[in-house]
Structures are given as C-alpha cells and as structure tokens.
C-alpha cells in the first residue's frame, strides 16, 4: 500500500506523455500516422486527451493526500510530483497550441512556461547550495488553478469533439469566456510564485 502514491504519481507521468501524444497526432503532428486519421479519430484523440489530463490532474491530490495518510513519504516521491505536475502543466500548454491558433492563450501560455522553467533552475541551483524551496499555500492555490484553468482551456480548443456539449454560440461563447479569465488569473498567482521564490532563494543565497 505504501507504493501506491508513488504509482499514482507515475501514472500521472505515463497520462501527461499519453495526453501531449494523442493531441499532437490529433494536429497532424506525427508523421507516418496523423495523415491518415479521419475527423472522427481525431474528435477521439482530443476527447480521450482531455479525459487523461482531468485523471492525472486529480491524482496531484490523491498522491500526496496518500503519501500523509499512510505515512508513506519518500525522496523519491518528492523528486517525482513537482516533475509530473511540471510535465503535465507544459505537456497541457503544448498541447492547447497544437489545438490551433488561440491567441488569448497564447502570451498567458507562455508567461507560465516561463516561470515554471525559471523556478525549476532556482530549485536545482538552490539545491547544490543547500538552500530549499519549501512549497508555500499559494503555490498550492497555484496549482489548482492551472490544472482547472488548462481543462477548461482544452475543453474550449476541443469543443467539437464532445458531442454532448451544446454546439452552440451560446453555451460555448461564456464558457470560453470563463476558461480565458480563470487561465489569466492562474498566469497571475503563477506570476506571484515566481517572483516570490526568486526572492527567497536570493535572500538564501546572500545569507
């Protein structure tokens, strides 16, 4: 039992790689395979993408809240959740570009690509200083605002794909608009992160 959140955390990994793959063939990206898909094997892959992006995000939870119920805390587990929930948010964020040209996604897309590269660096450079990083609530709000920002977003550039979702300017319209605010505001608090574990590792590394 003590091995399952670490299997879950895996599991999110082998979901990131599964979602990124199936949208980046959905897109015509894969050679030899993504010319011979019809529209409806497409629709597929887009769906199924998505269902594997809510599943892994959902075991960011569970793993942890796991790992304490269990007391089941590893090295090993702490190097392997920032680096799932690093390679779902990026594979995410690929993933919504090969969906088509989306422009209000875009720069917010690209500001949290930024600082989660950014604050990966200051970890490694922090730890070979023996500075850490610890995560701070914020952080943790920052999460969960990615991951159901980056759904909503991947259910807006896949709406077709969802047939029991209304087709219409009038379902899809606000709901569009939901999911670009609540990404803007991910960008934002993901932003505040940033800036604030730039701030205590240069203090750590001035001490």
């Not at 805390?73 to 929930?85: N, Q, R, T, Y």
């Not at 608090?189 to 203090?203: H, S």
Request: proline fraction near 6%; hydrophobic fraction near 55%.
């Amino acid at each position: 039992m003590k091995s399952l959140p670490n299997l879950l955390t895996s599991l999110r990994l082998v979901l990131a790689l599964f979602m990124f793959m199936a949208l980046a063939a959905s897109a015509g990206a894969v050679p030899g395979l993504s010319d011979h898909l019809t529209p409806e094997v497409q629709f597929t892959l887009q769906r199924w993408a998505v269902y594997a992006f809510v599943i892994a995000a959902v075991t960011d939870f569970f793993d942890g809240w796991l790992a304490r119920q269990l007391h089941a805390e590893s090295i090993w587990g702490a190097i392997l959740d920032p680096i799932g929930d690093k390679v779902l948010v990026c594979g995410a964020v690929l993933g919504l570009m090969a969906l088509g040209p989306q422009p209000m996604v875009l720069l917010p897309a690209g500001l949290i690509l930024f600082r989660e590269f950014t604050v990966s660096a200051l970890r490694e450079v922090g730890a070979g200083k023996g500075v850490k990083l610890p995560v701070t609530l914020l952080a943790k709000w920052k999460t969960t605002l990615q991951m159901t920002a980056l759904a909503m977003e991947l259910v807006v550039g896949a709406w077709g794909a969802f047939p029991f979702l209304p087709q219409t300017p009038a379902v899809e319209g606000p709901f569009t608009i939901a999911a670009h605010s609540l990404f803007w505001l991910a960008t934002l608090v993901t932003l505040i992160t940033g800036a604030q574990y730039w701030e205590q590792t240069r203090k750590a590394l001035q001490a």
